[in-house]
């Protein structure tokens, strides 16, 4: 059984950083390819990034290209996202997924069962 817990969430001024931490037990890590989402309220929920089994790929949507950053620390059975250059925008719930295919969060499809409980995220100017 799977599970996932996000954490690192908080409030930030825009232009700043964090960092968000997804630790996932159950199965070996390293049999999930890894995404993020967010939600922000009344808002249908948003693909941010994904990242391959063994972290040698990664693919980020165009509104945080070149701001955010997903790795993964497959020994600690952790994924990570790095925010940086904030905006207000960026406001939401954040939530970790896991999934069998990497490719499939390139291609579009929004997330596997695999879920945690969300971080928010809130972006002040």
């Known amino acids: 059984q799977v599970q996932l817990v996000e954490s690192g969430g908080g409030l930030v001024q825009a232009g700043g950083s964090l960092r968000l931490s997804c630790v996932v037990s159950?199965?070996?890590?390293?049999?999930?390819?890894m995404a993020w989402f967010r939600q922000a309220p009344t808002k249908e929920r948003e693909f941010v990034a994904a990242?391959?089994?063994?972290?040698?790929?990664?693919y980020f949507a165009d509104s945080v290209k070149g701001r955010f950053t997903i790795s993964r620390d497959n020994a600690k059975n952790t994924v990570y996202l790095q925010m940086n250059s904030l905006k207000p925008e960026d406001t939401a719930v954040y939530y970790c997924?896991?999934?069998?295919?990497?490719?499939?969060?390139?291609?579009?499809?929004?997330?596997?069962?695999?879920w945690g409980q969300g971080t928010q995220v809130t972006v002040s100017s």
């Open positions: 159950g199965r070996t890590f390293g049999s999930y390819a």
């Open positions: 990242i391959s089994k063994s972290g040698g790929r990664t």
């Open positions: 997924n896991a999934g069998p295919s990497y490719s499939d969060y390139v291609t579009g499809r929004n997330g596997y069962d695999y």
